[in-house]
């Protein structure tokens, strides 16, 4: 299914100078888990219920109450051979073509390893719209099918929330990446052609020990773009939240 972005709404907060907020005429995902069994495997019934459509083996996906403030996804490296992740698509496997769209999630990374989250069409996992890595020593880095050399563009922290903000015009086939509420990467041309976003998928990379754990809540893909606080909002929520 291809999908077009309907209108674009847009409301102002009282506060003209921190931020505006834009309204989304359309939630193609929304996984924040509430419902679910506490320490229970998550379901694989797509995006109508808010959970992923796979787990591979080589991870597994708990629901848990700790260590984020509400239910989160806990996703842990299960297998030394192969890298493992969690497929969310959208509903009624749309895959988003043309306009405006913002992925959005709440990372909490227990230990540093090798993590990823992958934006990829709908149905495969060949299109690479951008790939957002973090790794043990506590850098991150974004690749995409451009190949542009973008190198490390932030750095992540354990034991607090961590919020990741994509932000994609598909008509310009641009992109932004916004990191705990700072503009990271700006304006990266992605390189994909002839097909759409349709998936997330977030996992552990492949590598030789067994120790990768993170935990992910508030996944939400729409067809608008949420503005970003900036810099020092997103220090004050990241203290608030340790």
Same mark, same amino acid.
């Given at each position: ?61 708990? !629901?848990?109450?700790?260590? /984020? @403030?509400? *239910? ?11 890298? %493992? #992740? &969690? ?89 932004? !990446?916004?990191?705990?509420? /700072? @503009?990271? *990467? ?11 976003? %349709? #998936? &997330? ?42």
């Amino acid at each position: 299914m291809k999908s077009r972005f309907g209108s674009l709404l847009l409301g102002v907060l009282g506060v003209t100078t921190i931020c505006s907020v834009a309204v989304a005429s359309q939630i193609y995902l929304e996984a924040n888990f509430e419902g679910q069994v506490p320490d229970a495997a998550i379901g694989v019934g797509g995006a109508a219920v808010g959970e992923p459509i796979s787990v591979d083996e080589g991870i597994t996906a708990i !629901v848990r109450d700790t260590p /984020m @403030l509400s *239910l989160s996804l806990e996703i842990q490296d299960a297998d030394t051979d192969y890298a %493992g #992740s &969690v497929c969310f698509e959208f509903v009624e496997s749309a895959e988003i073509t043309t306009g405006l769209v913002t992925i959005e999630a709440d990372l909490w990374f227990q230990e540093f390893d090798s993590y990823g989250i992958y934006i990829r069409e709908q149905g495969g996992g060949t299109c690479s719209f951008a790939s957002l890595l973090f790794y043990a020593d506590g850098s991150i880095n974004c690749v995409d099918a451009s190949l542009a050399p973008y190198g490390d563009i932030g750095t992540y922290e354990i034991g607090r929330s961590y919020r990741v903000v994509f932000k994609f015009d598909m008509d310009t086939g641009t992109y932004d !990446v916004w990191l705990d509420g /700072m @503009l990271a *990467l700006p304006g990266a041309a992605h390189g994909i052609t002839g097909n759409g976003i %349709g #998936s &997330v998928l977030l996992g552990c990379v492949n590598d030789e020990d067994l120790t990768g754990l993170f935990n992910v809540d508030n996944i939400t893909v729409s067809d608008t773009f949420t503005d970003v606080l900036g810099t020092t909002w997103g220090r004050v929520k990241a203290r608030f939240l340790q």
